[in-house]
């Protein structure tokens, strides 16, 4: 069984910056890619970033770009989303995913398999 937490969402002001991690149980964690959506009131969950398994290749939203930065720890079975320069329409809920086996993580939703079930993320203007 695979399962993902996340954590360090919260209240931030804009221009602030926020670090969400997710810990993620099993022993293959670094064979698989990694990625981080979000979901903000009213609207569909959207891809933000995502890292691939070997840890070489990393994608972003163009919304993100610049200003988030996505890392993995495998040691700790984790993966990081560094967010900087936050901006009110950044709030969401978000969310870690783990993707396939050996895989870059792109893709979309579609090849994301387990989910954790969310930080909130605000802010603030």
Do not use: H
Not at 32 to 47: D, H, I, L, N, V
Request: charged share 20%; glycine share 14%.
């Amino acid at each position: 069984q695979v399962s993902l937490v996340e954590s360090g969402g919260g209240l931030v002001q804009a221009g602030g910056s926020l670090r969400l991690s997710c810990a993620v149980s099993g022993r293959t964690f670094s064979d698989y890619a990694m990625g981080w959506f979000r979901q903000a009131p009213g609207k569909e969950r959207e891809f933000v970033a995502a890292i691939a398994w070997n840890g070489i290749g990393t994608y972003y939203a163009d919304s993100v770009k610049g200003r988030f930065t996505i890392s993995r720890d495998n040691a700790k079975n984790t993966v990081y989303l560094q967010m900087n320069s936050l901006k009110p329409e950044d709030t969401a809920v978000y969310y870690c995913a783990r993707g396939r086996q050996y895989d870059s993580g792109r893709g979309g939703e579609r090849v994301y398999g387990y989910w954790g079930q969310g930080t909130q993320v605000t802010v603030s203007a």
